[in-house]
């Protein structure tokens, strides 16, 4: 299960002062890849404030209209200029000249709006563009009696085709709020955890193996509270347009709240209870973070080194050192999405058909791409799922749909490179 979509959680330093990710969900790191020494000449000291100065330890700030002593360090600071608009320093800060003046702070301000729309636009690729890959990527996946396996994305084209005309655009971008809600009680329950026990959220650098396994039980607590969430998300999904009834946006809370106390949710004896659902889940989850970590972070290192080798920060031009600060890091989170969901899409197949089983869903025909189909597996754990799948279907039945997943990043990296396309432009003329 992942950050920009409840598949998995954050990854590793997915998410600093925010969430994640995914996904049981992804994020951005805490560190950002734009504070290497290479872009120190974009950096200013703030202005001093009139009447007051910025103030060092131990040092007590002067009252009004009294001077402050001059320092034997360096020469005597400049009076603050008054009104006019004409270069020289402010506040004891030397400026540009007049044209320069003008120019950086809409340049900074370009800077900081482009790298919000660029995270914007990605996070919307993430979690809205792809989501017509993800419904049909699961349907194919607990689909255990279908006959074509969608393995390339020409097929899962045709089939989206289908869907669309005979249901109607609905179809594909059915349960999407539940998977904002399945973020939103992923993140809220790590929040809670972390603020209520010892675990840490965050891991330091000065890392321990202590430190580690904590931080992975918190992960591992956060996935458990928000799996029956996930569940209901799941059949949502899944679940054919042709018999869905219109239900609420708060439709997945109340049927996860119903799985957990077992009642209002109808189901078959075959249901597997939520304990046997948890190994599997928070296996699943685990491993997902911590590729996902592990990609993300070879990543950055490699692209730091690239950009620090391939652009000396002395003739670096200021568009190449604003790609610099954000690309690394939306590059970085594209990896490590994309090789964690590779490598787990067995186990999530896996996951996915024991979660569904028993909840009298119905789901579309993945072969014809109308009529519709009842789930009736009788799985009895994770175990004789794999067996299951390994005997009836063959080892390729554990990659099912998985020409949906090559759709999902190609349209994602296609976003990624017209962002940057179009960020160089405004960067570029406004230079």
Known sequence: MQPRRPDGFDGLGYRGSARDERGFGVAFPARSFSSGPELGHWVTTPPDIPGSRNLHWGEKSPPYGVPAPSTPEGPAEEPFPGGGGGGGSLGGVPGPSTGEGLREPGREQLSRFAGFGIGLASLFTENVLAHPCIVLRRQCQVNYHARHYHLTPFTVINIMYSFNKTQGPRALWKGMGSTFIVQGVTLGAEGIISEFTPLPREVSHKWNPKQIGEHLLLKSLTYIVAMPFYSA???????????????????????????????????????????????????????????????????????????????????????????????????????????????LYPLETVLHRLHIQGTRTIIDNTDLGYEVLPINTQYEGMRDCINTIKQEEGMLGFYKGFGAVIIQYTLHAAVLQITKIIYSTLLQNSV
């Open 233 to 343: 998300s799941l059949i949502e999904t899944v679940q054919s347009e042709i018999i869905r009834d219109n239900t609420g946006i708060l439709e997945c809370v109340k049927e996860g709240i119903g799985r957990v106390i077992g009642l209002g949710v109808p189901h078959s004896k075959r249901l597997l209870p939520l304990l046997s659902l948890i190994f599997p889940t928070v296996l699943h989850g685990v491993l997902h973070y911590i590729i996902s970590s592990i990609i993300q972070k070879i990543v950055l290192l490699i692209l730091k080194r690239k950009t620090y080798h391939g652009h000396p920060a002395e003739s670096t031009s200021p568009v190449q050192s604003m790609l610099d600060a954000y690309f690394p890091e939306l590059i970085a989170n594209f990896a490590a999405s994309l090789c964690s969901d590779v490598i």
